[in-house]
C-alpha cells in the first residue's frame, strides 16, 4: 500500500517531489497520463473519464489515498467523483483548497463565514479548462470577500513543459503574464493554479515583478498532507518503495522528467 498521487503529466512531479522530502517515511506511487495530456484543452467530460480511469489505476496499485496533483483534474473532476462515484473506504483529495486556505491565512477545517482578507486583487495563472470552471472562484468565496481575482488561461505552457521545451515554456509564460498585467497592472498575489507552471517559477516571478507574491502549490499540499495523514493514519500504507507509472513512453517521459527536476526519475508502463 502506498499514497497516489496523479497528474496529466509531469507537473504533478513538483508535488510529488515536495510530499516525499516532507513525508520521507511514506511511499508513493506516482502515475502521469502523459499520453492524454495536456488535460486543459480537453472537455469536462473527457478530463472525468480520464482521471477516474488513472484514479482507478492507482487503487489497483493499493493506493486508498490519491492526491490529484493536476488542477484541472480538480477542478473539472473531483466535485463529481466525490459525489457519485469514490466508494466510501476510499479517498481522492485535490490541491485547490490548500492553495486558498494558505491565501486567505485560514487553517484546515475552519469553515466560519467568509472574511474580509488581506488581499484584493489575485492574479490566476490556469489552463484553459481550469479557468472555464471557475472552481478557484467558487472555492476563494467559501472563505473570503473582497477579492478580485483575474484569471489567465495558459494555452501552449503544458505542451512546451511535457514536450521538454523550456525556451518556448518560458516565452510563452512571458506572454501570458503580459496578457494579464494590461488586464489587472498591479497585481498582490498569483496562483500558479496548475502543478506544470512551478518548474517555470522563476520565469513567473521575474515576469510579475518583486513585488507580487506568487503561491506555488507543491509545499503547501505536503504540510496538507502531513497533516491529514497525522489526522488519518490508516491512509499511509505499509509499502516502503515509491514508482512511477505512465500512460506514454517510458523512456520519453523519465528523459523529460530527469530533465526538469535535474535528478533521475525512471518510469514504467502503466
Known amino acids: 500500500m502506498a499514497v497516489g498521487v496523479f497528474d496529466s503529466g509531469l507537473g504533478g512531479l513538483t508535488v510529488y517531489e515536495a510530499v516525499s522530502k516532507r513525508l520521507p517515511e511514506v511511499a508513493f506511487v506516482y502515475y502521469g497520463d502523459n499520453a492524454h495530456a495536456p488535460y486543459g484543452v480537453r472537455t469536462p467530460d473527457d478530463i472525468y473519464n480520464l482521471t477516474c480511469r488513472g484514479v482507478e489505476r492507482l487503487w489497483d496499485e493499493g493506493c486508498d489515498l490519491v492526491i ?3 488542477n484541472t483534474a480538480s477542478a473539472a473532476a473531483l466535485k463529481k467523483m466525490q459525489e457519485h462515484w469514490i466508494p466510501k473506504d476510499k479517498r481522492v483529495l485535490g490541491v485547490f483548497v490548500p492553495l486558498i486556505e494558505a491565501l486567505t491565512e485560514r487553517q ?3 469553515n466560519s463565514p467568509p472574511r474580509e482578507v488581506a488581499v484584493k486583487h489575485v492574479a490566476l495563472f490556469a489552463t484553459p479548462a481550469t479557468v472555464a470552471s ?3 472562484q467558487r472555492e476563494l468565496a467559501y472563505r473570503a470577500i473582497g477579492v478580485d481575482v483575474e484569471a489567465q488561461p495558459c494555452g501552449g505552457v503544458v505542451d512546451a513543459i511535457e514536450a521538454g521545451d523550456e525556451i ?7 506572454s501570458h503574464v503580459e496578457a494579464l498585467k494590461r488586464r489587472m497592472p498591479h497585481p498582490e498575489a498569483a496562483i500558479l493554479g496548475c502543478t ?3 518548474l517555470m517559477q522563476k520565469t513567473f ?4 515583478g518583486p513585488q507580487v507574491k506568487v503561491y506555488s502549490q507543491a509545499n503547501l499540499v505536503a504540510e496538507s498532507l502531513a497533516d491529514y495523514l497525522t489526522r488519518k493514519p490508516e491512509f499511509i500504507g505499509r ?3 515509491s514508482k512511477f507509472i505512465t500512460t ?3 523512456a520519453s517521459v523519465s528523459m523529460h522528467a530527469t530533465q526538469f527536476l535535474r535528478h533521475r526519475i525512471s518510469f514504467e508502463a502503466a
Open 239 to 241: 509499502g516502503t518503495v
Open 248 to 250: 506514454g513512453d517510458p
Open 168 to 174: 518556448l515554456a518560458e516565452a510563452l509564460v512571458k
Open 205 to 208: 516571478q521575474e515576469a510579475l
Open 68 to 70: 490529484l496533483a493536476c
Open 134 to 136: 471557475r472552481a478557484f
Open 196 to 198: 506544470h507552471y512551478p
Open 108 to 110: 484546515w477545517g475552519d
